[in-house]
């Protein structure tokens, strides 16, 4: 016959058993999750893979089609001085004349 100390040390051992399954099972949840998050991270990685992959390959392509010829004796353009411009930026500001015909900033204090 069974005695209560070896009863209560098996109910224990049950116990700690059910809890020791219980902790298997959230590991096995929680690593099927991370599984799951692994093979979508991979398909979007062979995704971008491919779309690297053909670009690299249209870029080549493009690469080795014939340019065109250049002629360099009228690759250079030196048009005459009046038609030369300087950028917009370069350009210094025309002067503003006001109403009595004296430049803005610039008044002539005339005493003699």
């Known amino acids: 016959m069974a005695s209560l100390s070896s009863i209560n ?11 020791q399954v219980q902790r298997d099972q959230v590991r096995v949840s929680e690593d099927a ?13 062979k995704q971008t893979l491919s779309d690297n992959q053909r670009d690299s390959n249209q870029a080549t392509q493009a690469t ?25 930026d370069l350009v210094a500001p025309k002067p503003q004349v006001n109403t009595l015909g004296q430049t803005i900033g610039k008044f002539i204090n005339v005493t003699a």
Do not use: F, G, W, Y
């Not at 040390?9 to 809890?19: F, T, W, Y």
């Not at 080795?64 to 917009?88: C, F, G, H, W, Y």
């Open 64 to 88: 080795q089609k014939p340019l065109p010829t250049v002629n360099l004796t009228s690759a250079i353009e030196n048009p005459p001085r009046a038609e030369q411009q300087l950028p917009a």
């Open 9 to 19: 040390a098996l109910q224990a051992s049950v116990v700690q058993a059910e809890r």
């Open 33 to 45: 999750d991370r599984l799951d998050a692994s093979r979508d991270q991979l398909n979007k990685d």
